[in-house]
Structures are given as structure tokens and as C-alpha cells.
């Protein structure tokens, strides 16, 4: 007979992760984030000095920018190298690595979510169009954050006469993950979580490189009713640790919230925006958006998109989807984000992405940290920090129509809008578009080859992108075209003729 699950605390179940080994863990900001165990970790290398020399493999983002998360794991000889999606939510990991004290890839989300399925079967890698021509590209430093990162994990290859990156499988010998219950054999549901994540082929990718599972759970029941619930099979999970709640938040920003695993209609998820350039740039945005449109908003301005849709009565025309798999409803921000107010579905997160990677979004609106002449932009890296890919680069790449949404300079922005004009009442101190980046995050040459349609929003200015740049399309009323566009640029758009009016 097999062996039933244990029943561990959480000191047990991380005393059993042996130093050198790859631990992969669940979450998405810290919604599935198994804080009671990451908090663990830390507390048993601090007081015992062990495991050592860690590799830790994670798909999205997962902290609070402060302590929680993977921030936690943020010390010197506890981790030797880390793989992950995002870097921007714990910046104790990035400060090792800035330091050069860790080795440090960041490869995109979706890349790697689905990757760990074909760790758990042992097949070669993804290979996938992912990357190209971007950070991530071999001939660009593959991902590679800093100078005491060697070891190249992604390559370059032609298949059927066409460029492919293969990214390498990464072995996998412990699973951290979260659920919401757990029966006496270890079976594992998710009833309170907003968010399914990757937690089977986690647990598949470690159980079948003869590791361990340790999974967080909030209860345990002696069966679970309905077996088509069970999101990872008891045979999987090695030890569960029940938190009664403690480090089991359902996000980094709540304790819990219903409307994040409830169907339902009310608009009220939405807050109403006043008067700001985020809510110009929203609207202007919000006109690309098509009835019937599968959207994706990136956190932060693009979520104006959202509440602009809400106060005007479109926010039924179309779906709204997060990529960690929330389907239908509203995307939660801040903290939450990853979850959704009142989805009409929640699937896991690799399948998402299957079906972003194939095409299935008709509209992306994203925002940039830098734009260049060719369209190329860059959200990765700024300010002596990683931020990280996470989602952006499966999204960018795939979605049919694309609208990137920045402030067209940053830095303490202020304008107004008088009868009908706007109007800079203090410009911004740092260029947006400029004459080079920092990074490659996504690259507007491989857009155009691909046939998808790009435009570029900003509160005085909108531009698309053709075969010969960017070119501007649209300028807001009131705006001086030489001195408040042109010549706050660090190069010359083309420009269209004629020059259209910005409305909302």
C-alpha cells in the first residue's frame, strides 16, 4: 500500500529539503503562495545555517516588496541560483543579484509555467518563439542578469527553417505549494484560493525526479466529496502542513475575498477614477477595444482601461482575462493582482498561457517603461533594478492587437485639462521614448513581421507602429506639437499626414 501523505508542522516538512536541491515554488503575487513554508525555510537557514546552495525555480512574481515571499529566501548561501518570471515583488532577490552574488535568470512566465509539464514528463524543453529578439535571446545574453551567470539555459535553433529558442529543462527535487484542504491521503482542493496556478505539474515535476512535495493547507477533511475538485492527487504530496490560517492569506492584500471565487455581476469591484492623465490615457484606450474582444490589462495604468469601461457602461462588451488564469470578471489590482472579482472561470495557469501563446487574444493593453524609434520596449529593467518579464513578453508576442500605455514623459507629471484642452501644468523630468533601451522586453521589427497591429498611448500624443517606426497619428488639443511632443523626444517620429485630433 502506499504511503498516506504525513502530517507535518512546517519545521518538519522543510527540515526534509536536503542543500543543493531545486525547489520550485507556487504563486502569483501571494495569492498560492505558501508563506507558512517559505517563512520556514528561512527561519531553519538562519538558525541552522542549512539547506545551502538552493536553486529556486518560480513562474510569477511572488512577494510584498517588503519581507514576505520570496523575499524570505533572500540570504546569502541559502540560494545559489535563481530561475523565476519576475524579479520586481521580492528586491531582496534582486539585491543578490545586482550584488553578483547569486546566479540569476529571468525567463518569461508563461515560458516557464508551461515548462515544468515538460520537466514532469522529461521531455527536452519548451521550444517556442518566446523571446526572440529580446533579452531572452541567446545572441542578446539569454536571460542572464549578471556576470556570474554562465550556464546557458536557453538556445537558439532552426526547426522546418525557422528560428526557435529551446528552453532547457531544469530537473526539480522539492514542490512548495498551497491549497485551500486536504483529505487524510493528501488529496488536495482549492475551494478559498483565487488562483490555481501550477501546482500539479509542480508537484508532478518533483515527485518524478524522486523529490518531495510539501503542501500548505488551511484544513484537512477526512474525504474529499467530489474527486473531480482535486486539483493535485494525494500520491503526489509527501507532507502537509495545515496553517489554520496563519501565513494563508488569500493575497498579499486580503485576508479574504469572496468575490474572488464567486461568480456575480457587481460592478462595484471596479473604483471610479477622477480626473488624472491615467484616466485620459484609459479612455483613449479603452476606444481600441472591440465588442466581443478576449482582453488582457497589465497591472498598473492599464487597469484605467477597466475602470473607464465600468463608469461608461462597455465593461459587458467584451472578457477580461489575467493570465494567471482568472476568465470573465474584473482583475484585481495592487497586492491581489492574479485574482478577479466575480470570474465566470478560473483555470490553471499554463493552460492560460496555452491559450494566449496560440493567438487568443484579440487586444493586449500593456504599459512600457521605455519606447524606442523602432517600437522596441523595454519593462524589464530601469532604475539599478530587475523588474523582471514575468507575463508581458507571452502576451506581447501573441495577442493580435497591441496598445501600450505610458505617461509620455515620468517623473512628477502634472496636467489639466481646460475647456476641452489640455493643458502641461509640470512636465515630466525623465524622456519615455528615447534613443535606446535599457533592455529589449519586446521588439517592434518582430511585431511587424508577425502582422500584429501596435499603437502606443500616451495623455497628449498617440502613435502607431510601421514598417518605418513609429509614427505619430494623433495629438491632444491644446498640446504644442514641437515643444511639448517633438521636442521631448530623443528622436523624430514620423509623422502623419494628416495629424488627427486626440479625442476620448
Given amino acids: 500500500m502506499r504511503a498516506k501523505a504525513q502530517l507535518s508542522t512546517a519545521d518538519e516538512a522543510i527540515a526534509a529539503i536536503p542543500s543543493g536541491a531545486t525547489v520550485a515554488i507556487g504563486g502569483f503575487v501571494g495569492a498560492g503562495h505558501p508563506e507558512l513554508l517559505t517563512a520556514a525555510l528561512e527561519r531553519r537557514f538562519l538558525q541552522e545555517g542549512k539547506p545551502q546552495d538552493l536553486t529556486l525555480y518560480y513562474c510569477a512574481g511572488q512577494g510584498d516588496r517588503g519581507d514576505r515571499g520570496l523575499n524570505h529566501l533572500a540570504h546569502r548561501g541559502l540560494v545559489r541560483r535563481v530561475v523565476g518570471g519576475h524579479w520586481n515583488l521580492a528586491p531582496k532577490l534582486g539585491a543578490l543579484a545586482l550584488a553578483n552574488e547569486i546566479e540569476a535568470y529571468n525567463f518569461p512566465q508563461g515560458v516557464l509555467c508551461v515548462l515544468l509539464r515538460e520537466i514532469a ?127 494563508h492569506d488569500q493575497t498579499f492584500g486580503e485576508a479574504f475575498n469572496a468575490s474572488y471565487v464567486e461568480t456575480g455581476d457587481d460592478l462595484a469591484a471596479v473604483p471610479r477614477l477622477g480626473f488624472s492623465e491615467r484616466k485620459i490615457i484609459g479612455t483613449r484606450a479603452l476606444r481600441e477595444v472591440r465588442a466581443g474582444d478576449i482582453v488582457n490589462l497589465g497591472i498598473g495604468l492599464p487597469e484605467a482601461v477597466a475602470a473607464v469601461a465600468a463608469e461608461t457602461g462597455r465593461l459587458g462588451e467584451f472578457t477580461l482575462t489575467v493570465e494567471s488564469g482568472p476568465t470573465g470578471g474584473v482583475p484585481a489590482s495592487g497586492l491581489s493582482f492574479g485574482c478577479s472579482h466575480y470570474p465566470e472561470a478560473i483555470i490553471d495557469q499554463p493552460s492560460q498561457f496555452d491559450f494566449y501563446d496560440g493567438g487568443g487574444l484579440d487586444l493586449a493593453v500593456l504599459g512600457a517603461v521605455e519606447i524606442d524609434a523602432e517600437g522596441s520596449v523595454n519593462v524589464t529593467h530601469f532604475a539599478g533594478r530587475f523588474a523582471g518579464v514575468g507575463g508581458f513578453m507571452n502576451i506581447a508576442q501573441s495577442a493580435r492587437r497591441l496598445v501600450f500605455c505610458c505617461t509620455f514623459r515620468a517623473g512628477d507629471l502634472e496636467v489639466v485639462v481646460d475647456e476641452g484642452k489640455l493643458r502641461i501644468v509640470r512636465e515630466g523630468k525623465h524622456a519615455k521614448f528615447v534613443r535606446s533601451l535599457d533592455q529589449v522586453s519586446f521588439h517592434g521589427p518582430s511585431a511587424l513581421a508577425r502582422g500584429q497591429q501596435v499603437l502606443y498611448v500616451t495623455e497628449r500624443a498617440v502613435f502607431e507602429l510601421t514598417d518605418r517606426g513609429l509614427r505619430l497619428v494623433e495629438i491632444a488639443p491644446g498640446v504644442d506639437l514641437e515643444n511639448e511632443v517633438l521636442g521631448r523626444m530623443e528622436f523624430a517620429p514620423e509623422l502623419g499626414a494628416p495629424l488627427r485630433e486626440m479625442t476620448s
Fill in 121 to 247: 514528463a522529461k521531455r527536452p524543453g519548451i521550444f517556442t518563439q518566446v523571446g526572440l529578439n529580446t533579452f531572452i535571446d541567446p545572441v542578446n545574453g539569454g536571460g542572464r542578469l549578471n556576470e556570474r551567470t554562465i550556464e546557458p539555459l536557453v538556445e537558439r535553433i532552426v526547426l522546418d527553417g525557422r528560428t526557435w529558442l529551446r528552453y532547457k529543462p531544469v530537473p526539480v527535487n522539492v514542490g512548495l505549494i498551497r491549497a485551500t484542504t486536504a483529505d487524510r491521503k493528501g488529496n488536495l482542493v482549492m475551494e478559498r484560493e483565487g488562483f490555481i496556478g501550477e501546482v500539479l505539474p509542480i508537484a508532478q515535476a518533483a515527485k518524478n525526479h524522486g523529490g518531495i512535495v510539501i503542501a500548505q493547507v488551511e484544513r484537512i477533511v477526512d474525504r474529499i466529496a467530489d474527486p473531480k475538485s482535486v486539483r493535485v492527487p494525494g500520491i503526489l504530496v509527501d507532507h502537509v502542513v495545515v496553517s489554520g490560517g496563519e501565513g
